[in-house]
């Protein structure tokens, strides 16, 4: 069984929606959850029977490094992802493999606002960057990233509302593809084999998974693409 480590100081709503679907589907997916304060992550973390811990620690070095005890030595979680809203240090990442979502494509539009920045700058697509975490802000190596259309008349909230489902998305690949990528410790690129489709690369591959979240946002009536795109 695939144990994750999740460091959360937002992102209860992905992670919530993400890990319904794998169990929907049948994966046996065990998550320990870390946060830094109260937030919607703890209550998610509770109703899905995760164990939690809160670290209330101000220096990014101690809490990095709390974290990285807990995580490793305490819970020896496979891969970290993270949801978090401060800067972590070495004492996390360099241990085992730590992915951020970012809600933008990268290397466009790093750092805070990814959304409002995108919307204002006049590009004719937007997404989200699963990718691996270093010492740079945003700036790591690239793992999968998610993409819709921009169209003019699209409003902010419609696109908060299609990014959410962007980082759900990123979050089941990140991981359905985890055993594979913890083959390759040493390499940060997805495997050439896996596929991609026009809203994502790398794409789903289980097909009971891709359509389950192709049932989620038809539910929460997501414009997650165009139709003639699925």
């Not at 800067?87 to 992915?99: D, I, N, T, Y």
């Not at 790093?110 to 006049?122: C, V, Y």
């Not at 921009?150 to 959410?164: V, W």
Request: hydrophobic share 45%; glycine share 6%.
């Amino acid at each position: 069984m695939t144990k994750i480590g999740l460091l959360c100081s937002s992102g209860g709503s992905v992670v919530a929606s993400a890990f319904r679907l794998l169990r929907e589907v049948g994966y046996e997916i065990d998550a320990v959850v870390v946060t830094d304060r109260e937030c919607p992550a703890e209550s998610v973390a509770r109703e899905l029977g995760f164990r939690h811990h809160r670290f209330e620690i101000t220096s990014r070095d101690e809490f990095s490094n709390a974290a990285a005890s807990w995580f490793y030595s305490q819970c020896g979680v496979d891969w970290v992802c993270l949801f978090f809203q401060r800067l972590v240090s070495a004492h996390l990442f360099e241990r085992v493999r730590c992915a951020n979502i970012h809600p933008s494509l990268l290397p466009s539009f790093p750092g805070l606002r990814p959304l409002q920045q995108a919307r204002s700058s006049g590009v004719r697509f937007f997404g989200a960057t699963a990718h691996l975490i270093d010492k740079s802000i945003d700036g790591g190596p690239i793992l999968a990233q998610a993409v819709s259309p921009l169209a003019p008349d699209l409003g902010l909230e419609s696109m908060k509302r299609i990014s959410f489902a962007q980082k759900v998305y990123l979050l089941l690949v990140l991981t359905e593809q985890m055993s594979d990528m913890s083959k390759q410790c040493n390499e940060p690129q997805a495997p050439a084999s896996i596929i991609a489709n026009n809203n994502a690369n790398p794409m789903l591959v289980d097909t009971a998974l891709s359509d389950a979240f192709v049932r989620f946002v038809d539910q929460e009536r997501i414009p997650w693409v165009p139709r003639t795109l699925m």
